[in-house]
């Protein structure tokens, strides 16, 4: 015995005297007076006997041999103060003092394990049995742990205290060597068998937890369903504070049965937050799903049938080498097993495509730079040259070549795989014993970053105490010691990799994408100039020079702000699919240039590393639904959308987002959403704030939809007359005895791009307060801003026009109509419709007026008045040189069908009321519906109608001056061609042409002039 606990004999010591042996204790031990208060802690919790100053005396010993002394008593003190009467464990260490050791290692290396033994001092019997349980073993102990609990939530719990008291097992086992048969180091960090039953401990408690959470989360009449883990977890080689990779599969009894992909997707829900959501136990593990096709996008879970279609028809090399390490480890094995041999043929291939080895080489650089950009950050285990990815990249490289014709290699495990890549001969002795070392012993440094905290620590502290620390724990006796292994394992690995990957790799020409980005890279030479130059020409670029103008200043900057390397690589993996979106585009040099606005806007590194992160990694026939083609689209398709768009740089994000354009958005939506938005304005300048900002995000939305998804032209219309609607409401606001009533394409419901509104005031009585509240509106809806103004408003068809009162009463507009108003003007009321204000005026003024404009007999006056319009409007408006360009009013024009359409509508109203109001599309189709014309007919009208509209709003988005008339022959005219998809400009014009001539001849029979 020490002299020290032998000279007091049995009798317990009183407190006064603890601490004075406490610091006897610590100076025997050489250390520091401090320790004195957690020694004197041990000696109590041990009830101040003989034996306590002993087992104190041992740990003293033993934490003074440690690399951190003070962490090991602290730990140590903390752990036997809470486990309450410890005589037993007292005893059980001191008749085995290498436990007492042990302790000191596992508590002065891991905070995270002394804080489970704190937390739950009892587990220390774990220590007992280090050896990582199976898989096997842990399902049936788990199951037979949660059965005891009547709730989820119970039942999950358990599994969290469960996944503590065997992480303690495991990291006692991986820091102590024990429990692990033939862990013999053969230098630090390098303990093949332990390493192995480490990752392999950890892993089989994964599986046996997400089983376990699984049959906890899945219901009675469960569907066929399965949990495919990939990553590390799936290769049965997870870290301490690895995320679980995971994918959700089941099983549908057809392609749409939407009853499944619901259950289904709700049940991945309840297991992902089962996993990863935090309680006072802790959780279970961090979920990450972003490894299913569409990524956070996609759905969570996917039937089987999905699932091989994506990868049959859009797989990418990253997602065919992901699928390396699938393994089925939880709910329906028998389908987990089909997945399984479904996907093999996707990663495995007997014919390797001829960009396999572009994209891997691809990839691979884009890795590097990523954390090249990160390099101050720290050097990355995993991702730094020479590390843990060089390792498994290498190796899943060899299975992707040679896997189809070998089956011996299809194994997840990176450990097995070098062993059989080398049984194989694919891989020389030198290269495999390079990779196998070169990995465990990286993991193992990832390991000890990890154990510390249990956080996903992947980076080396930078010189200092930390990396003084490191390298303790990793068994080095200085920094200085640990750096100089690790830059020698780190070349090592590189130069393997490098022998693999070169020895394997296709010599010989690159693929023009690998071409166009090297010219990239080099744009800074007057050859790869020359290059960019010829081949812009090639694909169809007007200006050439000026385009190679924007692309370098995209990549190298300005004198004023050059750029570094990493905007010069982020443009270099884009320019392939950045060319190709632009020719694309009816004008492929301005799409070019709009890239260019929009990375100014946004700052140009981080933009093009934001679209080069979004692009596919393989072309899709959804190639519009990616940002980078969406801002070409903007650019060389719709100018004017564009051009709002960089007014507004708070709208990108949602702009890029696809579920932006293609979303459904009803007229209640939209007044909900503005109420909402105008909730915070306080004051009327803040109102019309509001209403600018709202209007510009709906407006892009309704662009969009029709730029990328080619929205029908009348869902168009109808929108951009929804999104008029609710702002002039909104403008308006709650005003008793006061309504706006719409005309024109406002009030039929045809608002294009470009309209005005065209709008009549009604107010309960001639009052000055209301011709007060009109102008105010007028005033919101027209007032000029940096952006422009809200809307156009023409008042010019209320009564007395231009010289009229901007209100009138009901009574005051009735009397008109029927006094003094021309024929014209009772003709415009066919579109009238009630827009904002008291509904109630509208309809008072609508019933008062429709016998006006639609009387039993129709007046002979009112056609041949109609008729003499026509040809004044012909005459007067229509230029000579425009007549068969002029969408409007030249021949078989709108004007022609509205004339036409609107004349039988007043002259039928009377006897069918569906013929009243509304817009020409409408009326057509009610016509033809009820025997009045032909089909054959309206749908020719119909057609030359929906054309010019279609024209009118693709010339506006253009950035035309005029939206009627169609340009002469020329770079105009085919570009507006490639917008409405036609060959070129010769085949638009004929189509015009065709539909124009076939409404004219229904024009001129029906309505002779």
């Given at each position: 015995?020490d002299?020290?606990?032998?000279?007091?004999?049995?009798?317990?010591?009183p407190?006064?005297?603890?601490?004075?042996?406490?610091?006897?204790?610590a100076?025997?031990?050489h250390?520091?007076?401090a320790?004195?208060?957690?020694?004197?802690a041990?000696?109590?919790?041990?009830?101040?006997?003989?034996?306590?100053?002993?087992?104190?005396?041992?740990?003293?010993?033993?934490?003074?041999?440690?690399p951190?002394?003070s962490?090991?008593?602290?730990n140590?003190?903390?752990?036997?103060?809470?486990l309450?009467?410890?005589?037993?464990?007292?005893?059980l260490?001191?008749?085995?003092?290498?436990?007492?050791?042990?302790?000191?290692v596992?508590?002065?290396?891991?905070?995270?394990?002394?804080?489970?033994?704190?937390?739950?001092?009892?587990?220390?019997?774990?220590?007992?049995e280090?050896?990582?349980?199976s898989?096997?073993d842990?399902r049936?102990a788990?199951?037979?742990?949660t059965?005891?609990?009547?709730?989820v939530?119970?039942?999950?719990?358990?599994?969290?205290?469960a996944?503590?008291?065997?992480?303690?097992?495991?990291?006692?086992?991986?820091?102590?060597?024990?429990?692990?048969p033939?862990?013999?180091?053969?230098?630090?960090?390098?303990?093949?068998?332990?390493?192995?039953?480490?990752?392999?401990?950890?892993s089989g408690?994964?599986?046996?937890?997400i089983?376990?959470?699984?049959?906890l989360?899945?219901?009675?009449?469960?569907?066929?369903?399965?949990?495919?883990?990939?990553?590390?977890?799936?290769?049965?080689?997870?870290?301490?504070?690895?995320?679980?990779?995971?994918?959700?599969?089941y099983?549908?009894p057809?392609?749409?049965?939407?009853?499944?992909?619901?259950?289904a997707?709700?049940?991945?829900?309840?297991?992902?937050?089962?996993?990863?959501?935090?309680t006072?136990?802790?959780?279970?593990?961090?979920?990450?799903?972003?490894l299913?096709?569409?990524?956070r996008?996609?759905?969570?879970?996917?039937?089987?049938?999905?699932?091989?279609?994506?990868?049959?028809?859009?797989?990418?090399?990253?997602?065919?080498?992901?699928?390396?390490?699938?393994r089925?480890?939880?709910?329906?094995?028998?389908?987990?097993t089909?997945?399984?041999?479904?996907?093999?043929?996707?990663?495995?291939?007997?014919?390797?495509?001829?960009?396999?080895?572009?994209?891997?080489r691809?990839n691979?650089?884009?890795?590097e730079?990523?954390?090249?950009?990160q390099?101050?950050?720290?050097?990355?285990?995993?991702?730094?040259?020479?590390?843990?990815?060089d390792?498994?990249?290498?190796?899943?490289?060899?299975?992707?070549?040679?896997g189809?014709?070998?089956?011996?290699?299809?194994?997840?495990?990176?450990?097995?795989?070098?062993?059989?890549?080398?049984?194989?001969g694919?891989?020389a002795?030198?290269?495999?014993?390079?990779?196998?070392?070169?990995?465990?012993?990286?993991?193992?440094v990832?390991h000890?970053?990890?154990?510390?905290?249990?956080?996903p620590?992947?980076?080396?502290?930078?010189?200092g105490?930390?990396?003084e620390?490191?390298?303790?724990?990793?068994?080095?006796?200085?920094?200085?010691?640990?750096?100089?292994e690790y830059?020698?394992?780190?070349?090592?690995?590189?130069?393997?990799?490098?022998?693999?990957?070169?020895?394997?790799?296709?010599?010989?020409?690159?693929s023009?994408?690998?071409?166009?980005?090297?010219?990239?890279?080099?744009?800074?030479?007057r050859s790869?100039?020359?290059?960019?130059?010829?081949h812009?020409?090639?694909?169809?670029?007007?200006d050439?020079?000026?385009?190679?103008?924007?692309l370098?200043?995209?990549?190298?900057?300005?004198?004023?702000?050059?750029?570094?390397?990493a905007?010069?690589?982020?443009?270099?993996?884009?320019?392939a699919?950045?060319l190709?979106?632009?020719?694309?585009?009816?004008?492929p040099?301005d799409?070019?240039?709009?890239?260019?606005?929009?990375?100014?806007l946004?700052?140009?590194?981080?933009?093009l590393?934001?679209?080069?992160?979004?692009?596919?990694?393989?072309p899709?026939?959804h190639?519009?639904?990616?940002?980078l083609d969406?801002?070409?689209?903007?650019?060389?398709?719709?100018?004017?959308?564009?051009?709002?768009?960089?007014?507004?740089p708070?709208?990108?994000?949602?702009?890029?987002?696809?579920?932006?354009?293609?979303?459904?958005t009803?007229?209640?939506?939209?007044?909900?959403?503005?109420?909402?938005?105008?909730?915070?304005?306080?004051?009327?300048?803040?109102?019309a704030?509001?209403?600018?900002?709202?209007?510009?995000?709906?407006?892009?939305?309704?662009?969009?939809?029709?730029?990328?998804?080619?929205?029908?032209?009348?869902?168009v219309?109808?929108?951009?007359?929804?999104?008029?609607?609710?702002i002039?409401?909104?403008a308006?606001?709650?005003s008793?005895?006061?309504?706006?009533?719409?005309?024109?394409?406002?009030?039929?419901?045809?608002?294009?791009?470009g309209?005005?509104?065209?709008?009549?005031?009604?107010?309960?009585?001639?009052?000055?307060?209301?011709?007060?509240?009109?102008s105010?509106?007028?005033?919101?809806?027209?007032?000029?801003?940096?952006?422009?103004?809200?809307?156009?408003?023409?008042?010019?068809?209320?009564?007395?026009?231009?010289?009229?009162?901007?209100?009138?009463?009901?009574?005051?507009a009735?009397?008109?109509?029927?006094?003094?108003?021309?024929?014209?003007?009772k003709?415009?009321?066919?579109?009238?419709?009630?827009?904002?204000?008291?509904?109630e005026l509208v309809?008072?003024?609508?019933?008062?007026?429709?016998?006006?404009?639609?009387?039993?007999r129709?007046?002979?006056?009112?056609?041949?008045?109609?008729?003499?319009?026509?040809?004044?409007?012909?005459?007067?408006?229509?230029?000579?040189?425009?007549?068969?360009?002029?969408?409007?009013?030249?021949?078989?024009?709108?004007?022609?069908?509205?004339?036409?359409?609107?004349?039988?509508q007043m002259?039928?109203?009377?006897?069918?009321?569906?013929?009243?109001?509304?817009?020409?599309?409408?009326?057509?189709?009610?016509?033809?519906?009820?025997?009045?014309?032909?089909?054959?007919?309206?749908?020719?009208?119909?057609?030359?109608?929906r054309?010019?509209?279609?024209?009118?709003?693709?010339?506006?988005?253009?950035?035309?001056?005029?939206?009627?008339?169609?340009p002469?022959?020329g770079?105009?005219?085919?570009?507006?061609?490639?917008?409405?998809?036609?060959?070129n400009?010769g085949?638009l014009v004929?189509?015009?042409?065709?539909?124009?001539?076939?409404?004219?001849r229904?024009?001129?029979a029906?309505?002779?002039?």
């Open positions: 015995m002299p020290l606990s032998s000279s007091l004999g049995n009798a317990p010591l407190p006064e005297i603890v601490g004075a042996v406490a610091r006897d204790v100076l025997s031990a250390l520091p007076e320790a004195a208060s957690d020694l004197g041990i000696i109590q919790a041990g009830g101040g006997s003989a034996s306590a100053v002993l087992l104190a005396e041992q740990v003293a010993a033993a934490a003074a041999a440690t951190f002394p962490m090991a008593l602290g140590f003190a903390r752990w036997v103060t809470r309450g009467s410890g005589g037993s464990v007292y005893r260490m001191l008749e085995d003092p290498r436990l007492v050791r042990h302790f000191a596992v508590l002065s290396s891991s905070q995270y394990l002394a804080d489970i033994l704190a937390r739950d001092p009892d587990y220390y019997d774990v220590i007992l280090p050896t990582p349980r898989a096997e842990l049936a788990l199951s037979d742990l059965r005891a609990f009547a709730t939530d119970g039942g999950l719990n358990a599994l969290r205290r996944r503590r008291r065997e992480m303690l097992r495991i990291g006692w086992a991986d820091l102590t060597g024990t429990g692990v033939h862990a013999e180091p053969r230098g630090p960090c390098y303990n093949v068998p332990l390493f192995r039953a480490v990752v392999a401990g950890i408690l994964a599986d046996a937890l089983q376990t959470a699984y049959d989360c899945a219901q009675a009449n469960q569907l066929p369903f399965a949990i495919i883990a990939m990553g590390k977890l799936g290769g049965r080689e997870l870290n301490y504070s690895s995320d679980v990779d995971l994918l959700f599969v099983d549908a057809s392609a749409d049965d939407t009853a499944s992909f619901k259950q997707n709700q049940l991945a829900e309840r297991i992902v937050a089962a996993l990863a959501k935090p006072h136990e802790g959780y279970l593990f961090r979920a990450d799903i972003r299913r096709p569409g990524g996008s996609g759905h969570l879970a996917r039937s089987l049938a999905s699932y091989l279609e994506h990868y049959e028809r859009w797989p990418d090399v990253l997602e065919r080498q992901a699928l390396i390490k699938a089925p480890v939880a709910g329906d094995p028998e389908l987990g089909r997945f399984l041999a479904a996907t093999r043929s996707c990663v495995y291939q007997p014919t390797i495509p001829a960009s396999f080895f572009d994209e891997v691809a691979k650089e884009a890795l730079r990523r954390v090249e950009d390099e101050s950050l720290g050097v990355s285990v995993k991702e730094g040259q020479g590390g843990i990815r390792v498994e990249f290498a190796v899943q490289f060899l299975q992707m070549l040679f189809a014709r070998m089956s011996e290699l299809q194994t997840g495990n990176t450990m097995e795989a070098i062993g059989r890549l080398r049984a194989a694919l891989l002795d030198d290269t495999a014993r390079q990779l196998e070392e070169g990995y465990v012993f990286l993991r193992t990832e000890r970053l990890q154990l510390l905290h249990d956080l620590v992947r980076t080396l502290p930078a010189a105490g930390e990396a620390a490191l390298a303790a724990r990793c068994g080095f006796p200085s920094a200085e010691a640990f750096a100089n830059q020698r394992q780190t070349a090592m690995v590189r130069e393997a990799f490098t022998a693999v990957f070169h020895a394997t790799a296709r010599d010989g020409e690159p023009p994408d690998a071409r166009l980005r090297g010219l990239i890279l080099n744009i800074d030479t790869a100039n020359n290059a960019l130059t010829h812009l020409q090639q694909r169809g670029f007007q050439p020079p000026r385009v190679l103008q924007t370098r200043r995209l990549a190298l900057g300005s004198e004023a702000q050059p750029a570094g390397s905007q010069r690589r982020a443009l270099a993996n884009l320019i699919p950045l190709d979106a632009a020719a694309e585009t009816p004008s040099d799409a070019i240039a709009y890239v260019e606005t929009v990375a100014d946004m700052g140009p590194l981080s933009f590393k934001s679209l080069e992160g979004q692009l596919p990694a393989h899709t026939p190639a519009a639904l990616y940002p969406v801002l070409c689209k903007l650019g060389g398709a719709a100018p004017v959308l564009g051009q709002l768009l960089a007014r507004h708070q709208l990108i994000d949602a702009a890029l987002d696809p579920a932006f354009a293609a979303e459904s009803s007229k209640e939506d939209l007044a909900r959403e503005l109420s909402g938005r105008l909730l915070g304005a306080r004051s009327s300048d803040g109102v704030a509001v209403l600018r900002r709202f209007r510009a995000r709906h407006y892009l939305r309704i662009g969009l939809a029709d730029l990328l998804y080619d929205a029908d032209v009348e869902d219309c109808r929108a951009l007359t929804d999104l008029a609607d609710v002039v409401a909104a308006l606001g709650d008793k005895g006061f309504a706006v009533l719409g005309l024109g394409r406002l009030g039929g419901g045809e608002m294009q791009y309209s005005d509104l065209d709008m009549l005031y009604l107010a309960a009585a001639p009052d000055r307060d209301y011709l007060r509240l009109a105010s509106l007028t005033e919101t809806l027209t007032a000029l801003t940096p952006d422009g103004p809200l809307y156009d408003v023409d008042l010019r068809l209320r009564p007395e026009g231009r010289h009229g009162l901007l209100s009138m009463s009901v009574e005051g009735l009397g008109y109509y029927r006094d003094r108003a021309m024929v014209w003007e003709q415009s009321m066919v579109k009238a419709r009630y827009v904002a204000g008291e509904a309809e008072e003024f609508l019933a008062g007026i429709r016998p006006m404009v639609y009387p039993t129709l007046p002979q006056r009112y056609e041949a008045e109609m008729s003499a319009m026509k040809r004044r409007i012909e005459r007067e408006r229509l230029k000579q040189e425009e007549r068969h360009r002029d969408l409007k009013l030249g021949p078989g024009g709108l004007t022609d069908i509205e004339f036409l359409v609107q004349r039988m002259r039928h109203g009377a006897r069918h009321p569906q013929l009243r109001g509304g817009g020409v599309l409408k009326a057509l189709r009610t016509l033809s519906g009820i025997g009045l014309l032909p089909e054959s007919e309206a749908e020719e009208l119909m057609s030359a109608y054309f010019a509209l279609r024209t009118r709003n693709a010339l506006h988005l253009l950035g035309h001056a005029s939206q009627n008339v169609m002469l022959p770079a105009e005219l085919e570009r507006l061609a490639r917008r409405l998809g036609y060959e400009g085949a004929e189509e015009h042409q065709r539909l124009a001539a076939a409404a004219r229904i024009f001129e029906r309505f002779p002039q």
